[in-house]
T-cell receptor, first 111, second 116 residues
Framework: QKEVEQNSGPLSVPEGAIASLNCTYSDRGSQSFFWYRQYSGKSPELIMFIYSNGDKEDGRFTAQLNKASQYVSLLIRDSQPSDSATYLCAVDLYNFNKFYFGSGTKLNVKP | KAGVTQTPRYLIKTRGQQVTLSCSPISGHRSVSWYQQTPGQGLQFLFEYFSETQRNKGNFPGRFSGRQFSNSRSEMNVSTLELGDSALYLC???????????????FGEGSWLTVV
């Protein structure tokens, strides 16, 4: 079982809609959770991180963490074509600075 | 503030050769980690260095090695290259906060290695 699981997609949403990306993790000791965005041919760039149960908002992005159910999600409101990319979920197990990444979900936002 | 800088950006090597990749972290960041990204395996952790010491290691063979210098710059080396080593090699840096949370890592643009 992989430490972090994501649906590979592609997830297609129309422009202006809410995109919902999900991620599950296997180790209950996981402490810190991150979302990265990766455009084709580019390196991952940090979107946001979350440590505590609940929601965390940053602009059009909201990260949600549910440790009891071991899932993390990312909501993108008012999706734009420029949001089309692969979204990577990552976990820093025990905060050891050793990140486990999911395989990524490809998001397509259609104009 | 300059980001993580990796060199070279692109390189082609022949099977059996070795390669050295370089990484300069964000100013003030003391932790440097390396990742390999391939279409089949995704992003995989190679190793992490802090204060010139390897602190964490992933599940890669001994052909993959690294080091960190006193100025936090890091290099990774792959010896006896195999076709399967073709990948994007990413360096990431972070402020050290092991055990405390807050280990946000920031990636460089990566080094694209092709082994022929």
């Amino acid at each position: 079982q992989k430490e972090v699981e994501q649906n590979s997609g592609p997830l297609s949403v129309p422009e202006g809609a809410i995109a919902s990306l999900n991620c599950t993790y296997s180790d209950r000791g996981s402490q810190s959770f991150f979302w990265y965005r990766q455009y084709s041919g580019k390196s991952p760039e940090l979107i946001m991180f979350i440590y505590s149960n609940g929601d965390k908002e940053d602009g059009r992005f909201t990260a949600q963490l549910n440790k009891a159910s071991q899932y993390v999600s990312l909501l993108i409101r008012d999706s734009q074509p420029s949001d089309s990319a692969t979204y990577l979920c990552a976990v820093d197990l025990y905060n050891f600075n050793k990140f486990y990444f999911g395989s990524g979900t490809k998001l397509n936002v259609k104009p | 503030k300059a980001g993580v800088t990796q060199t070279p950006r692109y390189l082609i090597k022949t099977r059996g050769q070795q390669v050295t990749l370089s990484c300069s972290p964000i100013s003030g960041h003391r932790s440097v980690s390396w990742y390999q990204q391939t279409p089949g395996q995704g992003l995989q952790f190679l190793f992490e260095y802090f204060s010139e010491t390897q602190r964490n290691k992933g599940n890669f063979p001994g052909r993959f090695s690294g080091r960190q210098f006193s100025n936090s710059r890091s290099e990774m080396n792959v010896s006896t290259l195999e076709l399967g080593d073709s990948a994007l090699y990413l360096c990431a840096s972070s402020l050290d906060a092991t055990g405390l949370g807050g280990n946000t890592i920031y990636f460089g643009e990566g080094s694209w290695l092709t082994v022929v």
